[in-house]
């Protein structure tokens, strides 16, 4: 191959893979967009923001009890309600991983609503007691 040649391929692969790396940046940037802007929101902006979203999807038909958990557990610190909240839907998710064998993944759940019993006070012993329970044995 003469030289003009590999210079002219090693352009071409070199233009080939600056057009993907642009194509990636473009698609990626709305990500990259709401992260930032997420960053950038005080944590008590951040609370209700995700407690609107808890709200939304719990009214949305076919939205898993993980997914709830999640937006509860971030609004948590924002209101009594949405700790409730969070351990209502960390414990149903827990039981969801139970059934689906998913022993790690429950724990994790039941563990979070712990957590936010005792961050919040607002637990009976009785509820403390039931979530004890339903974590997984090793």
Same mark, same amino acid.
């Given at each position: 191959?003469?030289?003009?040649?590999?210079?002219? #391929?090693?352009?071409?692969?070199?233009? *080939? /893979? =600056?057009?993907?790396? !642009?194509? $990636?940046? @473009?698609?990626?940037?709305? %990500? &990259?967009?709401?992260?930032?802007?997420?960053?950038?929101?005080?944590?008590?902006?951040?609370?209700?923001?995700?407690?609107?979203?808890?709200?939304?999807?719990?009214?949305?038909?076919?939205?898993?009890?993980?997914?709830?958990?999640?937006?509860?557990?971030? #609004?948590?610190?924002?209101?009594?309600? *949405? /700790? =409730?909240?969070?351990? !209502?839907? $960390?414990? @149903?998710?827990?039981?969801? %991983? &139970?059934?689906?064998?998913?022993?790690?993944?429950?724990?994790?759940?039941?563990?979070?609503?712990?957590?936010?019993?005792?961050?919040?006070?607002?637990?009976?012993?009785?509820?403390?007691?039931?979530?004890?329970?339903?974590?997984?044995?090793?």
């Amino acid at each position: 191959m003469n030289p003009s040649r590999r210079t002219s #391929a090693g352009w071409e692969r070199s233009h *080939a /893979a =600056a057009t993907r790396t !642009r194509a $990636s940046l @473009l698609r990626d940037r709305p %990500a &990259l967009i709401r992260e930032t802007l997420y960053a950038e929101l005080a944590p008590q902006a951040r609370a209700q923001a995700h407690r609107k979203i808890a709200a939304v999807l719990e009214n949305s038909p076919g939205r898993g009890h993980a997914e709830l958990a999640y937006h509860f557990l971030r #609004a948590a610190p924002a209101s009594a309600e *949405a /700790a =409730a909240g969070a351990v !209502r839907h $960390s414990r @149903l998710a827990g039981q969801e %991983a &139970l059934d689906a064998l998913a022993y790690e993944e429950a724990a994790g759940h039941f563990r979070r609503a712990l957590d936010v019993q005792r961050r919040a006070a607002q637990a009976t012993p009785a509820s403390r007691c039931e979530l004890l329970l339903s974590l997984p044995r090793r």
